[in-house]
């Protein structure tokens, strides 16, 4: 079963909890996240650098201001005019929302914000007049001369934000402002579902037209167009499935794998693509061209297609599959190395043989082709003039580079403007994201990541390759998806962060540039957890298996997933990613589509993914604990034992042994070094025949409480990790990347490599800690 969703707050491997956990989400009254002002404000000065108003607000806040202010006498307004000015300025507190209980848009915000009781008492002895004036809550009104009930109502239940104590607060405003970040650096961020129901979506882009429709292409050969509500047109943008090469076999890397649209789409209409087909028994990858249709500007004209170049495939893998236009007008194609594994393919392998095109980044020219050759070499394409190279060569030494982006730039200096970022998938042991330049050589087959894979030719001075940005182990992840750097408007926290992602393990990860020392910081990303993201129309969960990274238009950054990686599989999501700690001033971001004539049906956009509430726990006691279901029967394998052991006391007359029952499939039982455990132990796997060991590639507390749940302990205290229960050196390791969402009844239900295919060793033996009753494992 592969319909697993991961990283849900990252189920419990990946768990973001942060400082002394005090759940602190800013939030204004129109239930979004706080901003920063475009300038300074006139009236609420407090809130000028980072709160809930713009200027304007600010100017409607002090109109009022005087409008109540002429309702008072002369000695009321000197007492109470500074109060009546603080109150008013809640509104642009960057934590407004709490302050006015308005997290819940489906509740009545309050018209006085949440005091601190020693605060409304000092209000209400001198200024409680000023009340009757702000507010026409006639229950608060009734009681102006109670001073208990007046401050209870006016009272919040969470005293950490009644005002004016949350301003001397240091747990809420150290870090005001900034990406939500737990002790380990994690990043908190969260998602907004914009498609659902694709086919392993492959590619999301944009035609830079000014319409903000956005392409996304499925596996299959088929690419739809949404507008920009979201809504799909019924007719397809394209459909080349049946010239498209592909299998419903998950993980077949074949198929449709690439689009973009020419710079001057606007004015050409051209339109390319990357897909792999059979050619009188040869597989081959395509690059095509085709054009707008005429009569119908949300589809192409199938019978224009124009075969610009295609490349003989000798394995069914490593197909590479991006497609890009640079700032320079001409086209990149990215292709993998070949197939099969550690590049095979004669003396040095296809990756460092510059005279076949596989394993490469290609430059070439398909500008003004209407007549003459269907491309042309760049002038400075830097093997040019090498009669031992193909002219079209941009960049080498590349296994399988999956996903790849230019850089916008910074919005105001465009600095790392047109840089070229690659996500290039590794072989055994690391994934890379690599920085491509021109005439550069990234290392394989001799080096992957920062280590040597063939030996003798990674000892050659004269290959002078270049290093990756950063690499990491297999431990991490198995199958690097390249993203962007982001450079939208809408998070502005996150300009300048590259982020990408590992299609295996399903780990969101980011990287920043440190200007001073050029090196490349890592953080991981989680999802939002406690009030994080709580807002409107905001997710913090996506599925495991993450293809791809997108901008739209705007610069807003997306990814695509998937439960079950088969081309034919209906599972595939689109996430927009969002930032909820800081966003863009109220209008600075608004976008103006130009009309789209619509000839097709429209379906309406509905979102399937909900929010995941999830209260953390503080380490470091992690109780993390599942209840299995009630009528769970042990597996045969293991006898269930009283709490605490063998039972002392009486004894029982033993049952004549019956006829043993037979083990089925996926049955398993905890063993320690000293022999059979009880609740703690290695796993060991019963199939076909034969136990065996599981690694602990991927494993969390949702696959340590299927096994627990299978031997009848309600609970799941730990997933073990590294051997801690022993390494089983005397058994076969049949079980590896086991992935699941902690329903199912066997680990063989999981989503998993295949049996006794593995990337790992016993020191790598996953274990569990079950328990019959709820215990903190500390």
């Known amino acids: 079963m592969r319909n697993l969703k991961v990283r849900k707050a990252s189920a419990a491997a990946l768990l973001c909890l942060g400082r002394e956990y005090l759940d602190s989400r800013e939030g204004c009254l129109d239930f979004k996240p706080p901003f920063r002002p475009p300038r300074g404000l006139a009236f609420c000065r407090r809130y000028g650098d980072f709160g809930c108003c713009d200027p304007r607000r600010d100017r409607a806040l002090l109109q009022r201001f005087y409008r109540l202010s002429a309702r008072l006498d002369g000695p009321t307004y000197a007492a109470c005019a500074g109060h009546l000015q603080d109150l008013l300025c809640q509104e642009c507190s960057p934590y407004a929302a709490h302050l006015y209980d308005a997290e819940d848009p489906s509740t009545p915000v309050r018209t006085i914000p949440g005091l601190c009781q020693d605060y409304c008492l000092q209000v209400w002895q001198k200024c409680r007049s000023i009340f009757r004036y702000l507010s026409a809550d006639q229950e608060l009104i009734a009681l102006e001369n109670n001073m208990a009930k007046f401050c209870r109502y006016l009272s919040l239940e969470d005293t950490d934000y009644c005002f004016p104590h949350l301003l001397a607060n240091q747990n809420l405003n150290q870090n005001l402002g900034l990406v939500t970040a737990d002790a380990e650096g994690c990043l908190q961020l969260c998602l907004v579902e914009v498609a659902n129901g694709l086919r392993n979506p492959v590619a999301m882009v944009h035609a830079n037209d000014g319409t903000h429709r956005f392409f996304i292409a499925e596996q299959v050969g088929l690419v ?358 800081r966003r863009a001033p109220p209008g600075k971001c608004r976008v103006e589509p130009s009309p789209v004539k619509v000839k097709s049906k429209r379906i309406q956009f509905v979102p399937k993914e909900k929010l995941i509430v999830k209260t953390p726990t503080p380490r470091p006691r992690l109780k993390a604990m599942t209840e299995a279901p009630r009528g769970v029967r042990p597996d045969p394998e293991t006898p269930l034992m009283p709490a605490g052991g063998e039972r002392r006391g009486q004894r029982r007359k033993k049952k004549p042994p019956g006829p043993a029952r037979p083990l089925r499939n996926g049955a398993v039982r905890l063993m320690e070094q000293q022999g059979r455990g009880r609740s703690r132990g290695r796993v060991e796997v019963y199939i076909n025949g034969e136990w065996g060991t599981v690694c602990d590639d991927g494993w969390t507390l949702s696959a340590a409480t299927v096994v627990c749940r299978q031997l009848g302990f309600p609970y799941v205290v730990r997933a073990s990790k590294k051997a801690e229960f022993g390494e089983g050196t005397s058994l076969r390791i049949l079980l590896d990347d086991v992935q699941c969402s902690g329903q199912e009844k066997t680990l063989l239900e999981c989503a998993h490599a295949d049996v006794g295919t593995h990337n790992c060793s016993h020191e790598e033996d996953a274990g569990v800690v079950c328990s019959r009753e709820e215990v903190a494992d500390w």
């Not at 950054?557 to 088969?566: E, K, N, R």
């Open 224 to 581: 739809w167009t949404y507008l920009p509500d979201r809504s799909r047109l019924e007719k397809p943008f394209l459909n080349i499935s049946k010239a498209v090469l592909t299998s419903p076999w998950e993980g077949d890397e074949r198929g449709f794998l690439g689009i973009v649209f020419h710079p001057k789409f606007k004015f050409n209409g051209k339109v390319y693509v990357y897909y792999s087909v059979e050619v009188r028994y040869e597989e081959r990858i395509r690059i095509s061209e085709f054009r707008i249709s005429p009569a119908d500007m949300n589809s192409l004209d199938h019978g224009s297609e124009r075969i610009i170049l295609e490349i003989e495939e000798p394995a069914s893998n490593h197909n590479g599959g991006e497609l890009l236009f640079g700032d320079d007008g001409y086209l990149y194609i990215f292709t993998g190395d070949g197939g099969m594994a550690g590049d095979p393919f004669g003396t040095f392998g296809n990756a460092q043989n510059k005279s076949t095109l596989l394993g490469k980044v290609l430059r070439i020219d398909v500008n003004n082709n209407d007549r003459g050759p269907l491309y042309r070499i760049p002038p400075d394409n830097p093997f040019l003039n090498d009669p031992k190279a193909r002219p079209e060569i941009y960049a080498y030494g590349v296994r399988n580079m999956w996903r790849c982006s230019f850089d916008r730039g910074e919005p105001h200096t465009k600095e790392g403007r047109g840089r070229l970022f690659c996500g290039d998938v590794g072989q055994n042991k690391y994934e890379e994201i690599d920085i491509v330049e021109k005439g550069k050589n990234y290392g394989w087959r001799a080096r992957e990541g920062f280590s040597c894979y063939d030996k003798k030719l990674c000892t050659n001075s004269s290959m002078d390759d270049v290093l990756p940005i950063y690499a990491y182990p297999h431990k991490m992840g198995k199958s690097v998806t390249g993203g962007y750097v982001y450079r939208g408007c809408e998070s502005p926290n996150l300009n300048g962060l590259y982020i990408f992602g590992d299609f295996m393990s399903g780990r969101l990860m980011s990287l920043k540039e440190d200007h001073a020392t050029g090196e490349w910081q890592y953080s991981e990303i989680c999802m939002g957890t406690g009030q994080t993201c709580m807002f409107p129309g905001l997710i913090n969960n996506y599925y495991q298996y993450i293809i791809s990274f997108a901008e739209d238009e705007a610069g807003e950054l997306y990814f695509m997933s998937t439960g079950i990686p088969s081309a034919t599989a209906p599972h595939g999501v689109v996430y927009k990613v969002v930032d909820t700690s």
